[in-house]
């Protein structure tokens, strides 16, 4: 049961005698910080460098990140798309990613090992207590880059920008609708009055 808590962490070279198991997450995690700023790609085209092509690796990089515990099933897209991606393709894929929630485990995180250094019963239970609340912060810190990655990338993305620019579009075609049906009623109305 340890052994399949610490898999992944283990296959990434973490070791439960080693106090600075810090090399373990960046073996684990996709570090998302670079492409947090719009310096990042170099052009809003297809080609090398440009936005789609960088997010598109970035995207496949956390997904690929994620199965690294394997027994887990990953279900968000990678196809981040084209500048001729429809928006009805690209709102499925915002959706899956604002739902993020990591299916790593966290164990790299973990304070102490419970398993060998603890004298008794109760100590392994609070040396465990205290590697659940470290994985759990190290989890919801990951959860919460992830999810700023994915707003930062949504608002610059020029296909959301022409899809909101379309909603408030037809917004304005449906309230001239309203009131050009409003000033009709009335006239109705006042002929009948009339008549």
């Known amino acids: 049961a340890w052994y399949d808590d610490h898999r992944d962490a283990i296959l990434a070279g973490w070791s439960a005698n080693d106090?600075?198991?810090?090399?373990?997450?960046?073996?684990?995690?996709?570090?998302?910080?670079?492409?947090?700023?719009?310096?990042?790609?170099?052009?809003?085209?297809?080609?090398?460098?440009?936005?789609?092509?960088?997010?598109?690796?970035?995207?496949?990089?956390?997904?690929?990140?994620?199965?690294?515990?394997?027994?887990?099933?990953?279900?968000?897209p990678t196809n981040f798309g084209t500048s001729e991606t429809s928006w009805t393709i690209l709102s499925v894929f915002y959706k899956?990613?604002?739902?993020?929630?990591?299916?790593?485990?966290?164990?790299w995180e973990d304070t102490y090992n419970a398993r060998e250094d603890a004298?008794?019963?109760?100590?392994?239970?609070?040396?465990?207590?205290?590697?659940?609340?470290?994985?759990?912060?190290a989890k919801k810190v990951y959860k919460n880059d992830i999810l700023q990655l994915v707003a930062?990338?949504?608002?610059?993305?020029?296909?959301?920008?022409?899809?909101?620019?379309?909603?408030?579009r037809l917004k304005k075609e449906r309230e001239e609708k309203q009131k050009e049906d409003r000033i009709q009623k009335k006239k109705e109305k006042q002929l009948a009055k009339e008549a």
């Open 19 to 76: 106090a600075a198991n810090s090399g373990a997450a960046d073996v684990m995690l996709f570090n998302v910080a670079p492409y947090m700023h719009p310096g990042c790609y170099n052009s809003f085209d297809d080609g090398q460098g440009g936005f789609y092509k960088v997010y598109k690796g970035v995207f496949t990089n956390i997904v690929s990140c994620e199965m690294k515990q394997s027994e887990t099933l990953v279900e968000l």
């Open 96 to 107: 899956s990613w604002e739902c993020f929630s990591s299916v790593l485990n966290f164990a």
């Open 152 to 168: 930062f990338v949504k608002k610059r993305d020029p296909r959301y920008k022409a899809h909101l620019e379309e909603q408030e």
């Open 119 to 137: 004298p008794s019963r109760r100590v392994r239970r609070l040396m465990e207590e205290e590697n659940n609340k470290a994985r759990k912060a």
